[in-house]
C-alpha cells in the first residue's frame, strides 16, 4: 500500500541552524502538507502545496519557513533559523484531489532545538 | 482558536461494546469532516470521513453521524476491539481553505479485553 515516507525520523539541532526535514508523498497525490504537533497540543496545519505554490499556510508559517518541491518526488520543509518553540513532530501529508479529501500522513519526524 | 473541540480527553469500554467518541465544532463554514487514528509515534492514520451534505457514513465497524444544526459529529465503533485503543481526532475543513484540516485535540479510547 502507497505510503508517505519522511526523513529524517529524529532531528536535533541547536537554535539559530538551518534545518530541511523531507517527505515523499504518495506517488499520484498532487496537493501536499505540512502539520505540526508541539507536545501535548492538537496538531496544526502549516501550509498547503499545489502545483509549485502555496494554497494556503497559517499564522504560523511565518517567513522563517519555506516549502519546496526540488524534484518530482520530494516535498521540504525549511525552517531557516530554529528557535526552541519550533521543537515538534512534524507531519507531512498528501492528498489526490481537493478542495476536500482524504489527507494521508507520514510517520512525522520529531525535531528538537536545544 | 477553538474551532474544533474534543470534550473528553479519554475513554474506556469493555471489547465487544459501543465506542462513541464525540467532536463539535463552531465554524458553520465547515464541509468535509474526518476522523483520524494515531498511535504512538506514528502519524495520524485515516478513519472515514463524511461531507455536510450528508448525515451518515458507514465503513465496516465505523460509523459517523453528523448533526449540522448541532455542529456535532459523533464516531461509532462496533464491536470495538482492543488493537482500537489509540488516540481519535476529528478533523474539519471547508471549500477554499486550501483543504487546510483543522483539528480536534484527541480522545484517547483504550479498549479493554
Known amino acids: 500500500e502507497p505510503e508517505v515516507t519522511q526523513t529524517p525520523s529524529h532531528q536535533v539541532t541547536q537554535m539559530g541552524q538551518e534545518v530541511i526535514l523531507r517527505c515523499v508523498p504518495i506517488?499520484?497525490?498532487?496537493?501536499f502538507y505540512w502539520y505540526r504537533q508541539i507536545l501535548g497540543q492538537k496538531v496544526e496545519f502549516l501550509v498547503s502545496?499545489?502545483?509549485?505554490?502555496?494554497?494556503?499556510k497559517s499564522e504560523i508559517f511565518d517567513d522563517q519557513f519555506s516549502v519546496e518541491r526540488p524534484d518530482g518526488s520530494n516535498f521540504t520543509l525549511k525552517i531557516r533559523s530554529t528557535k526552541l518553540e519550533d521543537s515538534a513532530m512534524y507531519f507531512c501529508?498528501?492528498?489526490?484531489?481537493?478542495?476536500?479529501?482524504?489527507?494521508?500522513f507520514g510517520p512525522g519526524t520529531r525535531l528538537t532545538v536545544l | 482558536d477553538q474551532q474544533v473541540k474534543q470534550n473528553s480527553p479519554s475513554l474506556s469500554v469493555q471489547e465487544g461494546r459501543i465506542s462513541i467518541l464525540n467532536c463539535d465544532y463552531t465554524n458553520s463554514m465547515f464541509d468535509y469532516f474526518l476522523w483520524y487514528k494515531k498511535y504512538p509515534a506514528e502519524g495520524p492514520t485515516f478513519l472515514i470521513s463524511i461531507s455536510s451534505i450528508k448525515d451518515k457514513n458507514e465503513d465496516g465497524r465505523f460509523t459517523v453521524f453528523l448533526n449540522k444544526s448541532a455542529k456535532h459529529l459523533s464516531l461509532h465503533i462496533v464491536p470495538s476491539q482492543p488493537g482500537d485503543s489509540a488516540v481519535y481526532f476529528c478533523a474539519a475543513s471547508r471549500t477554499g481553505a486550501g483543504n487546510m484540516l483543522t483539528f480536534g485535540g484527541g480522545t484517547r479510547l483504550m479498549v479493554k479485553p
Open positions: 501529508a498528501s492528498s489526490e484531489q481537493a478542495p476536500v479529501g482524504e489527507q494521508f
Open positions: 506517488s499520484n497525490h498532487l496537493y
Open positions: 502545496f499545489y502545483n509549485n505554490e502555496i494554497s494556503e
